[in-house]
């Protein structure tokens, strides 16, 4: 099957421009995830979806972040305006969202504000 | 109640070592524990998990023994290879939420 896609991999912007990430999930898989990594730290969770529902956004930080998932599939992220703090690396992960289903990583968005 | 602690930050092992993991949580809901292995510029990928009705799991060369009562599990890799050099996660979860240890770094040295 393939994977979680994500796009773009590598995105260098200054600050206090827009930008935008976008990940396709695993076909079937109706949980969708943004995740923050920054750098030699574990993920951290921005935003759950349950098809097309947010069902957790209580860590995004809604005054410069968003984020959609139209018809329960592709998922974008988005930040405005960009702060320098927010280089990192995005993941995007989904699962089946059953009981014990473990999450599935797409390879990230490298952000880099200057 | 959300952490999970991991230990140690990094690992260097002489390659055929067992390098071992170790990790912690507090929140007794948690019935769902993961191991994550990351290569560079790349994303998590799920290496083993346990549930806590079971006190060790083996696939491969990777083992968790878990531990309910003091709320501990761990990773062991037998027979360790420079090809595990990456950084591993673990986790934790109930329901769909996930909570992520903050990661060590391993090097297996030729």
């Known amino acids: 099957e393939a994977g979680v896609v994500q796009s773009p991999r590598y995105k260098i912007i200054e600050k206090k421009q827009p930008v935008a990430f976008w990940c396709n999930p695993i076909s079937g898989h109706n949980t969708l995830y943004w995740y923050l990594q920054n750098l030699g730290q574990g993920p951290e969770l921005l935003i759950r979806?349950?098809?097309?529902?947010?069902?957790?956004d209580s860590q995004l930080p809604k005054d410069r972040f968003s984020a959609e998932r139209l018809k329960g599939v592709d998922s974008t992220l988005k930040i405005q305006p960009a702060e320098l703090g927010d280089s990192a690396v995005y993941l995007c992960?989904?699962?089946?969202?059953?009981?014990?289903?473990?999450?599935?990583f797409g390879n990230g968005t490298r952000l880099t504000v200057t | 109640q959300q952490q999970v602690k991991q230990s140690p930050q990094s690992l260097i092992v002489q390659k055929g070592g067992i390098p071992i993991i170790n990790c912690a949580y507090e929140?007794?809901?948690?019935?769902?524990f993961p191991w994550y292995q990351q290569f560079p510029g790349k994303g998590p990928a799920l290496l083993i998990a346990i549930r806590p009705d079971v006190s060790e799991k083996k696939e491969g060369r990777f083992t968790i023994s878990f531990n309910k009562s003091a709320k501990q599990f761990s990773l062991h890799i037998m027979d360790s290879q420079p090809g595990d050099s990456a950084t591993y996660f673990c986790a934790a979860s109930y329901g769909q939420n996930f909570v992520f240890g903050p990661g060590t770094r391993l090097s297996v040295l030729p």
């Open positions: 992960a989904s699962s089946l969202g059953t009981v014990n289903s473990p999450l599935h």
């Open positions: 929140n007794t809901a948690f019935d769902y």
């Open positions: 979806y349950e098809n097309e529902e947010a069902v957790d």
